[in-house]
């Protein structure tokens, strides 16, 4: 098997194939045994170096691409999920802030309403005091003048009297019999 080896060897060489070529006699459709043992044997030999050296990394780097972009795009959609989420938590507390500014601007509405409701109601029951005081003030006066009036006409009947008679009446029975005088005429 050894002798076998380099008989091959010279054999399949490129330099019988390509003698061939220089005599001028090429046909396509012929087999050239040695190119293609030559061939094959470059091709396995090419295919375990790069099955051993470069198609490892290759796939290993393909497949960590490939993990890294799956890895992104999860990512990506969790983050997209997380954005929407946050979103909407933002749009509720914004409308629930809106909510409650209306609020608290209808509260305020009707603090000031209520208030306004209260301070005419004070307004009223203190105009109606006033008046009512006024009234009895008034009242109070006009009895004082008329026991003012009373008090001058008994004077001025007296004087009158006193003057008609002669003599000056002045005892408190005098005045007391005028008084009931002009009481009486009070009433009619």
Same mark, same amino acid.
């Given at each position: #098997?050894?002798?076998? +080896? ?12 390509? =003698?061939?070529?220089?005599?001028? /006699? ?9 190119? #293609?043992? !030559?061939?094959?044997? +470059?091709?396995?030999? &090419? #295919?375990? &170096?790069?099955? /051993?050296? =470069? !198609? ?7 497949? %960590?691409?490939? /993990?890294?972009?799956?890895?992104? +795009? ?7 999920? *997380? %954005? ?7 749009? %509720? ?20 309403? *209520? #208030? ?26 006009? &009895? ?16 009158? =009297? *006193?003057?008609?008679?002669?003599? /000056? ?7 007391? +019999? ?11």
């Amino acid at each position: #098997m050894r002798p076998l +080896i380099p008989a091959l060897l010279l054999l399949a060489t490129p330099a019988t194939a390509f =003698a061939a070529e220089a005599e001028g /006699k090429v046909n396509l459709l012929d087999p050239h045994y040695g190119l #293609m043992f !030559w061939t094959v044997l +470059i091709f396995a030999a &090419v #295919m375990l &170096v790069l099955n /051993k050296f =470069a !198609w490892g990394p290759i796939l290993e780097g393909v497949r %960590a691409r490939e /993990k890294s972009l799956t890895d992104a +795009i999860t990512a990506a959609a969790a983050d997209r999920e *997380s %954005a929407a989420r946050v979103l909407a938590e933002h749009k %509720a507390a914004i409308e629930g802030a809106r909510n409650e500014a209306q609020r608290y601007i209808a509260e305020g509405r009707a603090t000031a309403e *209520s #208030m306004r409701g209260e301070m005419l109601e004070q307004t009223r029951l203190q105009q109606a005091e006033i008046l009512e005081r006024a009234r009895k003030e008034i009242e109070s006066e006009k &009895v004082k003048a008329i026991e003012e009036l009373r008090r001058e006409a008994v004077d001025l009947a007296l004087a009158g =009297a *006193s003057r008609l008679i002669g003599q /000056k009446l002045d005892g408190a029975a005098d005045r007391k +019999i005028v008084e009931q005088y002009l009481a009486t005429l009070g009433n009619k």
